[in-house]
């Protein structure tokens, strides 16, 4: 089945610091590939997308690349600030699978706190 | 536009009650799913419907879930006889049917259940 796997918080930066979290991924067929976040009292929103290999998403200072050789989609930001606090959901969907299914499979979450 | 909106926000019920939780999806929106999160975890899939179709059910979605999309508008997550395992934010998601895979699920709020 498909599977994503992120790396574990909780991720601690000081204001314009270097981001990285790390997302790889298993799946069947194509997936596209997303990240979310979720800011502190708040609902998931979509950060960025992805949807074939090679692929840049980018938002808000946010970037992922689409690696499929390395079935990878690392999350970057070159100078976080305090209000990039929030948790990270790498997710992918595969609708090719087999079952036609849209439904999105997410990792666990990236806690980010960001200090002045 | 309006967004995703779920009702009631909070849930504190006791065990072996029923409960009812109810999504608003953005209106031009064909696809609606439901997602469980529990604390520390990402959400998981628990059912969509594309119109009022119910097209896929998660097998954590036991007998005492029941989902309904009557007129493809607005859908009902209903859990029978609760337990306190059952505690945990239910995420309400609408996209388009565009792209594939590739479409955007735009989040509600969630409802938190509390079993006590």
């Known amino acids: 089945g498909n599977s994503v796997t992120q790396m574990e918080g909780p991720v601690t930066l000081s204001e314009e610091a270097f981001l990285t979290i790390n997302c790889t991924y298993t799946?069947?067929?194509?997936?596209?590939l997303f990240w979310y976040v979720q800011y502190p009292g708040e609902g998931l929103q979509l950060l960025l997308k992805a949807t074939k290999a090679d692929d840049k998403g980018s938002n808000k200072g946010f970037e992922a690349t689409y690696r499929k050789e390395t079935t990878s989609f690392h999350l970057e930001k070159g100078s976080v600030q305090v209000s990039d606090s929030a948790v990270y959901f790498c997710a992918l969907v595969s609708p090719y699978s087999g079952a036609g299914s849209y439904q999105l499979t997410f990792g666990k979450g990236t806690k980010l706190s960001v200090i002045p | 536009d309006t967004g995703v909106s779920q009702d009631p926000r909070h849930k504190i019920t006791k065990r072996g009650q029923n409960v009812t939780f109810r999504c608003d999806p953005i209106s031009e929106h064909n696809r609606l799913y439901w997602y469980r999160q529990t604390l520390g975890q990402g959400p998981e899939f628990l059912t969509y419907f594309q119109n009022e179709a119910q097209l896929e059910k998660s097998r954590l979605l036991s007998d005492r879930f029941s989902a309904e999309r009557p007129k493809g508008s607005f859908s009902t997550l209903e859990i029978q006889r609760t337990e306190q395992g059952d505690s945990a934010m239910y995420l309400c998601?609408?996209?388009?049917?565009?792209?594939?895979?590739?479409?955007?699920?735009?989040f509600g709020p969630g409802t938190r259940l509390t079993v006590l």
């Open positions: 799946a069947t067929g194509y997936p596209s």
């Open positions: 998601a609408s996209s388009p049917i565009a792209g594939g895979g590739s479409d955007t699920q735009y």
